[in-house]
């Protein structure tokens, strides 16, 4: 028997390489790749992997890199922990010495800190190894919008690397250092893109308009319509969102001319599968019927693209637990709002049980932060060790960490 290492020996272990892990953080984000585009990113953490004697697989849905480490114990069991690698295609301005080298793209979303802190839970479980079981990194391309999570399980991910849970983490600003968030059922929304196209016959605006269907008219009615199927096709109990994110049509060189086809086109997002289908429903109705009304036609493409992302009960206890033995009960929320962001890792949650947490980025002390996806954002550096205790404490708990 050996001593039990406590979630603070644990982080105290990590603290020691800590600077390592920010060297590796801040050089992922000085070199942003977007999705399907991170060879330079997959090509360090297979390199990092390596070094630490892990068996290392590359090229899965493209980019993706999964890791997998043997216990020195028997066991069966197997258990996966995600981290996302790609960034956005935002101008970074937070003027940082190791801010973005790359015009036009940024981690804005923090998934350089993810990567970092599942390699240092990797680097730690390998120099110790005290454990029953298998554990799997996975390191997944492509979620920002792009489906990486989807395809990394199109592939065979959970027949390749079998798992009786799968774990995902992120970074969340607003909330304090030190603390966490998670809570069971549906945690992050439903993710859908629509577009209609509403089509007439054009015409000239100021001479003849009376000669004219005008799709213009109809999408100016769509545009307010849209936003009350939520209020009035929703229960107020159930959330939904309808939003417009873009709006097209006709030459700003000819504003007389009323055009022959307009394009208006947004996202929609629900938690559950009843309220996801009459938005989709009311969405081409309401398309449909306005554009009779005015003799136009309509065209109406509704994409679903990520699922919600559900938390299932036994997974997200474990993972509150996890937390607690690390920062303390009180600073863990288990049961946080839904949010209506949404998340790939939910494809993976569709295949196993398991669960998502959010970890504190932090707040400054007039409460202000600068929130994911803006062009100030920066990863928080201080919660890197923090965040691969969470997944080496998680790895004992669900493989049997020797008492």
């Known amino acids: 028997m050996t001593d039990a290492k406590t979630p603070q020996d644990i982080l105290a272990a990590i603290k020691a390489y800590e600077d390592e892990l920010i060297a590796i953080r801040r050089d992922i984000h000085a070199h942003p790749e977007t999705g399907f585009e991170e060879v330079r990113t997959a090509a360090l953490v297979a390199r990092k992997l390596r070094d630490w004697g892990i068996e290392t697989h590359e090229g ?22 995600r981290a996302d690698m790609d960034a956005l295609f ?18 804005a979303c923090g998934h350089d800190g993810h ?25 997944q391309p492509a979620e920002e919008g792009l489906g990486g999570g989807q395809l990394m399980v199109e592939e065979g991910l ?16 607003g909330r304090a250092v030190g603390e966490f968030g998670l809570r069971p059922g549906p945690m992050l929304a439903a993710s ?22 005008d799709p213009t008219v109809v999408l100016a009615h ?51 599968p009843k309220v996801r289908d009459t938005i989709e429903r009311r969405l081409r109705e309401t ?16 994409q679903r693209r990520y699922p919600p992302l559900v938390n299932h009960p036994e997974q997200t206890g474990i993972a509150a637990g996890v937390a607690a033995k690390i920062v303390g009960a009180d ?20 295949k196993k049980p398991g669960a998502f947490i959010m970890i504190g980025n932090g707040v400054n002390p007039d409460g202000s932060y600068h929130y994911v996806h803006t062009p100030h954002y920066d990863f928080n550096d201080e919660i890197l060790a923090l965040g691969a205790t969470y997944w080496v404490t998680l790895v004992g708990e669900e493989l049997g960490v020797k008492e």
């Open 90 to 107: 935002i101008e970074e301005k937070t003027g940082l010495p190791y801010a973005s080298t790359v015009p036009g793209k940024m981690h």
């Open 331 to 350: 600073k863990v929320a288990t049961n946080i709002p839904p949010i209506t962001g949404a998340e790939d890792f939910s494809f993976m949650l569709e």
């Open 222 to 272: 769509f545009i307010l319509a849209a936003q009350a199927i939520v209020g009035r096709n929703i229960p107020a109990v159930e959330p939904g969102v309808i939003s417009v994110g873009h709006v097209s049509g006709g030459s700003i060189g000819s504003p007389n001319i009323i055009p022959p086809e307009v394009v208006v086109a947004g996202t929609a997002r629900s938690y559950s």
């Open 115 to 139: 990567t970092a802190m599942l390699l240092g839970a990797a680097r730690y479980l390998s120099e110790n190894r005290d454990f029953a079981g298998t554990v799997h990194f996975i390191f």
């Open 158 to 173: 959970f027949d390749r690397f079998p798992a009786d849970a799968v774990y995902g983490m992120h970074n969340n600003p």
């Open 192 to 213: 859908d893109t629509w577009t209609v196209t509403f089509g007439g016959t054009g015409g000239h605006g100021g001479s003849a308009p009376h000669l004219a269907t």
């Open 287 to 302: 398309a449909e019927g306005l554009a009779a009304t005015y003799g136009c036609t309509a065209k109406i493409e509704y």
């Open 60 to 81: 899965i849905a493209r980019t993706g890199v999964v890791g997998t480490l043997q216990g020195n114990r028997p066991g069966q069991r197997a258990v996966a922990l």
